[in-house]
């Protein structure tokens, strides 16, 4: 199985940008397909971006979508989620989740992963 440990969030004000990292260990990084995840307070768990196991092909949320990246760095297993104009509804608990995967799948549903970090939380003040 292959742990995952996030990094990076914290209090920050609406319009500023914040990178998360998500530092994976144990199985092969490359056999697995990635994603963000995030939950804001009484809310459901909801999807922010999918990356690949190859070739780096990506999904986002509508909410996101123009705003935040996902990429993946092989070599330093890290996966990452670069978050600009960040406004207050986008404060939650963010997750990283992995699946192993084949070809170029990403999955955006929460009960597709098999892995998840403990969460980072992000608060955006207005």
């Known amino acids: 199985q292959v742990q995952l440990v996030e990094s990076g969030g914290g209090l920050v004000q609406a319009g500023v940008s914040l990178r998360l990292s998500c530092a994976a260990s144990?199985?092969?990084?490359?056999?697995?397909?990635m994603g963000w995840l995030r939950q804001a307070p009484e809310k459901d768990r909801e999807f922010v971006a999918a990356?690949?196991?190859?070739?780096?092909?990506?999904n986002y949320a509508d909410s996101v979508k123009g705003r935040f990246t996902i990429s993946r760095d092989s070599a330093k297993n890290t996966v990452y989620l670069q978050m600009n104009s960040l406004k207050p509804e986008d404060t939650a608990v963010y997750y990283c989740?992995?699946?192993?995967?084949?070809?170029?799948?990403?999955?955006?549903?929460?009960?597709?992963?098999?892995?998840w970090g403990p969460g980072t939380q992000v608060t955006v003040s207005s």
């Open positions: 989740a992995a699946r192993p995967s084949i070809g170029y799948g990403r999955y955006t549903d929460a009960h597709q992963y098999d892995y």
């Open positions: 144990g199985r092969t990084f490359s056999d697995y397909a």
């Open positions: 990356i690949s196991r190859s070739a780096g092909f990506t």
